[in-house]
């Protein structure tokens, strides 16, 4: 009789890799959902066209690496990155847009640096950024929310959008719109009431801006699913939003015109919902320990708010990401938790002395 | 309600007790041959005192302890021993040790022996003798020698023993089984462990609250003994000894301390079982309850195993279907070992042999890439970040390894069960302690090859500067001679080949007092390699290991020839010179 | 060191011991002005005259200057060198002067530059040292106008543009267009374009020498395994 | 020992120093009026691109006057600045004035604004931004031709509302996705020609006294 | 007087570098005279790392002169007994790449050994002693050696000398005590088919 | 006040002189590779980088300027570094053998880290004061040795990252930079 020698422990949790990332595919439907709902079909083509380019940006670079592919694609991972993309690009932004900022990410972002797990920036906030940065036009056309279109006017129909999406005809007049975000940086002297009464996108809103709360909403509600499943800790997320709150209730100023906005207006809008639920908590490119992610997230609020308050971008999601992504590894030196049978935290660099 | 602490981590793996439950603790019969390996345990093997062919009684010693840790062995029953060789036994490697094997008589017959039925008045250290005799061995994991945690000597008195009873691990039902079978026999080894440790004032049986029946069966012994039954809430791992500790009391045993040190002493239950039988009864531990438990058996339950009884033997009486069995694991699935045989024999350590299906644990996944999620550290017991340390280990960066607290990690096994990734988080551990260790262990032989290196040097220079000396004067020597020949015959071809010859020959001699201490220098270098050798020997014979004995033996009978014919030399030596000087002086 | 051959000087200055690619050296004008093919070769024959010139220079001086003083000897026959570099582009192509900038003064410290002089030119004699500043400099700029090149070409769309820079009024006619007047793609003209292609070149002249060094390995006959030990415990007798 | 070295080195040191500052200085009397030539071509050329050599024969670098301190905020400058006269044959003909907006995309827009003495404007460039490149930059002249609308433009033409993007109402043209920057642009000329016509008066009797000046001290 | 020198471009130029050089000359002067450079404490670390095998591998007579040459520059991939881990620790310790082992010094070994004396061939010549850097050689003239197994470095430098060829590098025995679990294997090289290792159900039936 | 912080910001963060001016970037890849080489190598850089920036400022405003000698700029400021440097060097060997025994191997390097020259090079053609010329030395240096310690502590984890063959060593980090440098972007626009 001769058995297999393996290492304990023999029994396993059910939980697996692909489906962690699967889950994750089902809790950004919420927000993908209310995307849609408000702003047409653009976000759902942009999805499947940045799947299917993704998918098969990394076969090809898996083969290249003659890797076992089934084993490597199976993961999901490359699907979970490209459905984040397509979800944080302007809807009908155009075809080539979605495939040039999809392949940055699989294959600079992530594959370059070994695949899965060893990526030390956030794949596709690394897209979003190169395509900010070089086709600015694009990535600043955004369609009007539903309850805002001109009389008579509606969001295209799925064949119109696959037609502005592939052959580059323009939107209908009034399609096309500012963020709240992109417009309350842009109403300079006026005090804050005045520019949420002059502009529909905030006079019509429920708490933050019209459509991009029910979006924001839609992402929260996903991302507390996947809190609740232990996908991810609450540290990220929480730390994030706080520093958000807490910054525009520093700098709210009374809404004067000098003020950025208010913690309401800063929490849903934009991408942060998104952004603290499915972006800043892709774990592999964060802090590791609780306490890490503690600083890290609010390293990611506060940076947002910096930069959508003072700096050139209205939203600042992906810059902070990826900023925090630069500081993970050396967060990660100086936030070791404390082990049992020791009187204090160590330092990753700290050499033994007594040895 | 004893306050109770909560740890950090754990995972609730299912239980799956239930199984050898049904049944109580059953026997089995006598295997045909049974297989004692000397090195049950982590201290040193024991030294086997019986020669093949002798014949035995059940419970006679047959090896004996050899230093300071480590246990005597028993014959597990009466019969003939077969053999003492190397046999494959229970350990992760799958490798082979020495090992006693003995032919079952079938009689099962007891030697005499004789317990003390008032342990109360008795010296503590007379039943830590017992212990240490019946060699009893933790029962609960690493398999200490029980007789050196209660022995006096601590750097504080003992105030807390904690009786371990948890068996947080899944499947395991031994100790259960035995609490429920054996409780008034457990409380009374308790009773002796309290005496021998001074009647410490806090005795704790901690027990996860899964077992009720269990606990029931304990409450009426413990009542008014100054014994309190704690029970906690079920995870993975409680059961180890610092989790249970920080459980129990709420304090921390600080890394690289041993529960002694803050005053406790912390004791598997079965342990305290074979603790009361050797002191009461005089038995040694030659049996244990072990759990047979997994779907590939058709019968789970507990049985009282003879140590040295090979697992096939406990297999084959389990309706055992080999095709079924993924892997064959001894102790449980969280800790366990897989074995590569199923001739091993049962230790004193085995308190589980598990045998599922595949569909109950199958073939490892093979591992996907870590994708930091932190779900291990979010089980690790010990507060450590699994993650970095598999991600150091993978990049063999020992520094960064050991300043994250590599060796605090107790291998429960918590983080590579949940890690989605599957990956052999443990493995990667071990794998990476081992080579530290051995990285320690070369760095230790490297400095201590260079001190030999350096020496060597430092002889050769000497030697060299010692030459080149003897060589200057010879050289001073002859060119004296030539030019006292030149001057005093200036011809005569005949008598300057002989000055010449004469000169070299006085050149050559040495003065008999350069002589003398190169003799004397022979001597010293082979007295120190006498001694060398004869330290080497000793350690050796520490050791145990013959092959090495035997070199070191020949090695120290050449030096002391070699010391002895230098003496001899030198004597001759002194002699001839006396010889010499008194015809000089005639 | 004196036992280098005239055409290891050249390979190693092109290809071996390429200072962009393999010593990375240099790397703040290599990433800083290569937007252009013009811009890079602006900076790039400006090295090269430098290097060539204080390679020589040094190698002339090099048993005249004491330990102590050599570093600061030599930078400053750098610093003249590039002073007068300077100076002439400002004189004759002052709009390239303007676009290169402060990157012109700091060729001094384009650490390519005292390297070779440190590691070549004070160990080798006049001759062998100028040519290793010149093809060490030739290495230097071909990377440049390679960068150049690939960043003008991904991020403009254009390639040879503004060369009038540098040859004169007839260049500006040698622009190409392959992409068509609205192609751009901003990242490349950017800073992380420069580290991103830059990385890329280094990648790709690692993936040839692996391919050469397997050819290599397969036609070469292994050298003799433990050909050099020696004895440490000198003669046995 | 130490004295030794200390001079020993000083001494090499100070050498090096002496060849190299001649080599230098004497490269340097001899690019020094090249390279002077060259920067005052180099300043020269943005103001001639908007008032061209066919149009004044005076030097226009030298020709300059300051601004008044209570203009500085109109023109949107913070530290004042100098308005250039092109004349012909002594007669003024233009300004060019220099004004900030600091409304752009991304921090101030600086540029100069050349007006012609009727009050027409002779041209406009940009010299100094930070607009995002493919959005905002399209006011350089580098990038697009979107600032010569401007030439031959006046208060009256158009109207004081035409001077907006047309996305208000106005008569210029915005970029696609970006009105701000050509926002912020048009309201600064809109200024400058407001500034200019109060103060075009000012100026051309300055211009006179200074021509007077100039006469004076070439005389001499 | 700075008008007038600066009236003088050439003259001021030389003024204003010449008088650098001169203070900066001395300055240097004085602190080349003031601060030798010492013994380098690089070499100890370096000879920390090596693998104090003393076999000459290297071509060095030992480990420390190796260290030594590695401190003035020499390549770090000549020690065949300490092999890749040395190399990479000598890497990260000069921080520099880490090259793989230079063949031409001999390959790693993947076992170690010791040098195991077969006695009763032996002819006691003392060759070995001579030749062991370590003395882990016991043994008199004319009569058996034997070797110190703890302290033979497995350098096999007393191999070749035996007239008798009476010396064996033998593996060391790898005992339980030694053993400790391998590496995982990388999955990469786990996985040779496209397809994951199924479960097997189907035998359990 | 203000003014200073926006200094600094602008040094350390929007015009950071490795990421976004591409100065000083052979140190940044060279010595890189282990944390604690990198905190030493900043922390030398810095106090050199701030001593530089006011040396230079006074050569420049009290010798060249007088003398009508701007165009000896670069030769009189290398000088000046060398003499920092040494000056630097002298002066913690004898205060801090410690010090020293961490800094001292990475002096010599600073010479010709081109952030040195370049700060000194800058700050004379943009006509700052004595105070603003030290500020941007000391926020050039400051913005260096933050991203020299973030991007250490990054590529020490890359380590055992399973990068495809061409790109592991310079390759991957090089493409590192340019992800972080396209992080930095995000800052522009900040004052
Ligand atoms: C190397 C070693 C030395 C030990 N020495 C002592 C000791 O001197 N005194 C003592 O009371 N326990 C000692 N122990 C026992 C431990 O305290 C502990 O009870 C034992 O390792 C069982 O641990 P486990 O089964 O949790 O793994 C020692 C254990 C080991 C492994
Ligand atoms: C993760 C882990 C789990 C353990 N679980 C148990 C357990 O459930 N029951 C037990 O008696 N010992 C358990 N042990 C062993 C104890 O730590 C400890 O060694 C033992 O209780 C000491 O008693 P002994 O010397 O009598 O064996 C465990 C050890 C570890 C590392
Ligand atoms: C990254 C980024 C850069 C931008 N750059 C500019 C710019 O340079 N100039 C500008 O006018 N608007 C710029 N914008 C602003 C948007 O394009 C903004 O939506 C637009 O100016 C509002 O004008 P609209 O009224 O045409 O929608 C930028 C926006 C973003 C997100
Ligand atoms: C909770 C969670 C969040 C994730 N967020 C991202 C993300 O923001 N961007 C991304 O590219 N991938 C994300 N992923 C997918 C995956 O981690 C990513 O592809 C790896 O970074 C690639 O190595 C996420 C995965 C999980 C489980
Ligand atoms: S649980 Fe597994 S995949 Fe998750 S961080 Fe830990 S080791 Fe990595
Ligand atoms: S095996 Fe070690 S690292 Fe893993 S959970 Fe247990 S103690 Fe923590
Ligand atoms: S090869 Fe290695 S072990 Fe052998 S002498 Fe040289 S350094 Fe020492
Ligand atoms: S060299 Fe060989 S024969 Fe000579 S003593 Fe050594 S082992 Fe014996
Ligand atoms: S070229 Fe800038 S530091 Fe080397």
Known sequence: MAFKQITSPHAHAAQNTTKVMQLVLWATLPGLAALCIQFGWGNLINVVLAVVTSVICEAAIIKLRKRPMAFYLRDYSAVVTAVLLGLALP????????????MFSIIIAKQLYGGLGYNPFNPAMVGYVVLLISFPIQMTTWITPLALLPEGVSHPSLVESLGIVFSGYSPADGVTGATPLDSFKHSSGLVVDQIYQSDPLFSQAMFAGVGWEWVNLGFLAGGIVLLATGIFTWHGPVAMLAAIAVMSVIFWDGGSSQSPGSPLMHLFSGASMMGAFFILTDPVSSAVSNRGRLIYGALIGVLVYIIRAWGNYPDAVAFAVLLANFAAPFIDNYTLPRTYGHTDRRRATEREEDA | MTKTWVTPGGVHPPENKHQSLTLPIGALPIPEKLLVPLNQHIGAPANACVKVGQKVLKGQRIADATGAVSVPMHAPTSGTISAIEDRPIAHSSGMSAPCIEITSDGKDSWIEH??????????????????????????????????????????????????????????????????????????????????????????????????????AALQPHVADSGISVVSFPTKYPSGGEKQLIYILTGKELPSGTLPADVGMVCINIGTTYAIKRAVVNGEPLISRVTTMTGNACGINRNYETLIGTPVSHMLAHSEFNEAACSRLVMGGPMMGFSLTSADVPVVKTTNCILAPTYSEIPEDEPAQACIRCGMCAEACPASLLPQQLFWYSQAEDHDRLEAHNLFDCIECGACSYVCPSNIPLVQHYRHSKGEILKAREEKVKSDHARGRFEFHQQRMEQAEKDKEAKRAARREAAEKAKASAATSTGEGSAADIIAAAQARAAAKKVSPEQQKAKFERSIAGAEMRVQMATEKLAEAAAEQSDEQKNILTAALDGAKQKLEQAQARLADHIEQHQELDSEQVK | MSDVTASEVVKNGLWTNNPALVQLLGLCPLLAVTGSVVNALGLGIATLAVLVGSNTIVSLIRNHVSDAVRLPAFVIIIAAFVTCAELLMKAFTYDLYQILGIFIPLIVTNC?????????????????????????????????????????????????????????????????????????????????????????????????????????????????????????????? | MILQSIRFNAIVLAVFALITAIILASTDSLTRDKIAESERKAAQRKLLEIIPIERHNNDLLMDVQPIPQRFWAQLGLKKGGDIHIARRDGLPIAAIVPALTPDGYSGNIAMIIGINFDGTIAGVRVTEHRETPGLGDKVDLAKSDWILDFDGKSLVNPEQDGWDVKKNGGAYDQFTGATITPRAVIHQIAETLDYFSQDSERLLAQAAVNLERTLESSDE | MIDSIAQQPILAALIALVGLGILFGALLGYAAEKFKVEGDPIVEQIDELLPQTQCGQCGFPGCKPYAESIASGDAINKCPPGGQSTINAIASLLDVPAPELDAEHGEEADLKTVAYIREDECIGCTKCIQACPVDAILGAAKLMHTVIADECTGCDLCVEPCPVDCIDMLPVKEGLRQWHWPAPAKTADLIASDRAPHNDEGRAA | MQEFAIILVSSILINNYVLVQFLGLCPFMGVSNKLESAIGMSAATTFVLTLTAMASYIVDVFVLMPLGLIYLRTIAFI??????????????????????????????????????????????????????????????????????????????RLAAADIPAPFEGAAIAMITAGLMSLAFMGFGGLV
């Open chain 1, 91 to 102: 809807p009908l932004a155009p075809w080539w847009v979605v495939v040039v900022g999809s």
């Open chain 2, 114 to 215: 004789e317990g003390i039925a008032d342990f109360e008045h008795s010296n503590p250290e007379v039943l830590t003798k017992i212990i240490a005799d019946a060699g009893i061995a933790g029962m609960g994991g690493a398999g200490f020698p029980s007789a050196i945690k209660l022995s006096p000597g601590h750097t504080r008195p003992i105030d807390t023993l904690i009786v371990n009873a948890t068996e947080c691990e899944p499947y395991i039902t031994a100790d259960d089984s035995a609490i429920r079978e054996r409780a008034a026999e457990i409380i009374e080894g308790i009773g002796i462990l309290s005496h021998i440790l001074g009647n410490p004032s806090n005795i704790l049986i901690g027990i996860e609250d899964n077992k009720p029946e269990a606990i």
């Open chain 3, 112 to 237: 390519a530059i005292l390297g070779r002089a440190e590691a070549f030119a004070s160990k080798n004699k006049v001759g062998l040292a100028a040519l290793d500043g010149f093809m060490m400099g030739l290495g230097f700029l071909a990377v440049l106008v390679a960068l150049g090149a690939i960043r003008e070409l991904l991020g403009a769309g254009t390639l040879f543009a503004d060369m009038h820079l540098l040859f004169g009024a007839t260049a500006s006619s040698w622009v190409l267009q392959p992409f068509g007047e609205n192609y751009s793609f901003l990242i490349a003209l950017l800073p992380p374009g420069a580290f991103l292609v830059t990385g890329f070149l280094i990648a790709i002249k690692n993936a040839i020498d692996a391919v050469n060094k397997r050819r290599a390995d397969a036609q070469r006959i292994a050298p003799v395994k433990g050909a050099k030990r020696i004895r440490t415990t000198g003669h046995i007798s």
């Open chain 6, 79 to 156: 000088l000046v570094i060398a003499a920092v440097v040494q000056f630097t060097k002298m002066f913690i060997e004898k205060t801090s053998p410690l010090l020293y025994r961490v800094l001292g191997v990475f002096l010599p390097l600073i010479t010709t880290n081109c952030a040195v020259l370049g700060v000194a090079l800058q700050n004379a053609s943009k006509d700052l004061n004595f105070m603003q010329s030290s500020l941007y030395g000391f926020g050039a240096g400051a913005g260096f040795s933050l991203v020299l310690i973030f991007f250490s502590a990054m590529r020490e």
